[in-house]
């Protein structure tokens, strides 16, 4: 079955404790993606990757790391967790090519809490 | 800069009502236009899309048609069921960038 697996769904941690959210597709596609939702906000982009080894800032980078060593995964990295990062996190997934990068695969989410 | 609006929730119907739900965009060129559906518990799916303008897109009985003249792409369903009560999102990819700019979402809750 064709999907995007984040992990872990729920994680409660404590200010500066470092976290990683792992995130694999199994599609073979070229372009990926981290987001934030929060309320009243909708999604904002954190980073984005549109192939191996290439990744950019997108609008809410700060306070995050990411990494794409291999075409599937895409781990999102908070070296410092702080309380305004508690949030809900999607990764998402897309071919890439020819105009399709709108055309996302999402995971289910990761409720991270940062007390 | 590019950007999305759409309509504040919730938005409340009785089943098989009509349904919209307003999208309007800022935009330089021709953006693709998206609409996504979130579902409680659960990841984004795509619903419908449209490239180009009087583009309709289509799907689950759900549409919405690119307006290049009023800037909006706005989400109409004829007769809605409890099912069809989520989160949706209008989204925009501008032609020169790889960034998709979603909308703040509009939740939509259905009675029977």
């Known amino acids: 079955e064709a999907q995007v697996t984040q992990n872990p769904r729920y994680l409660i941690t404590v200010t500066g404790k470092k976290l990683t959210v792992t995130c694999s597709q199994n599609m073979n596609h070229e372009y990926m993606s981290w987001y934030r939702q929060d309320p009243g906000l909708g999604l904002r982009q954190i980073y984005y990757s549109m192939n191996v080894e290439v990744t950019d800032k997108g609008d809410v980078p700060e306070g995050y790391k990411v990494s794409r060593k291999e075409k599937r995964n895409f781990p999102l990295i908070l070296e410092s967790p702080s309380p305004n990062q508690t949030s809900l996190y999607f990764c998402?997934?897309?071919?890439?090519?020819?105009?399709?990068?709108?055309?996302?695969?999402f995971g289910e989410g990761s409720r991270l809490t940062v007390l | 800069g590019n950007s999305v609006t759409q309509m504040e929730g919730p938005v409340t119907l009785s089943e098989e009502a009509f349904l919209t739900i307003n999208c309007t965009y800022t935009?330089?060129?021709?953006?693709?236009l998206f609409w996504y559906v979130q579902y409680p518990g659960e990841g984004l799916q795509l619903l419908l899309k449209?490239?180009?303008?009087?583009d309709k897109g289509s799907n689950k009985g759900f549409e919405a048609t690119y307006r290049k003249e009023t800037t909006s792409f706005h989400l109409e369903k004829g007769s809605v069921q409890v099912s069809d009560s989520a989160v949706y999102f209008c989204a925009l990819r501008s032609y020169n960038t790889d960034k998709l700019i979603f909308g703040t979402g509009t939740r939509l809750q259905v009675f029977p």
């Open positions: 935009a330089t060129g021709y953006p693709s």
């Open positions: 449209a490239t180009k303008a009087d």
């Open positions: 998402a997934s897309s071919l890439g090519s020819s105009g399709r990068i709108g055309e996302l695969f």
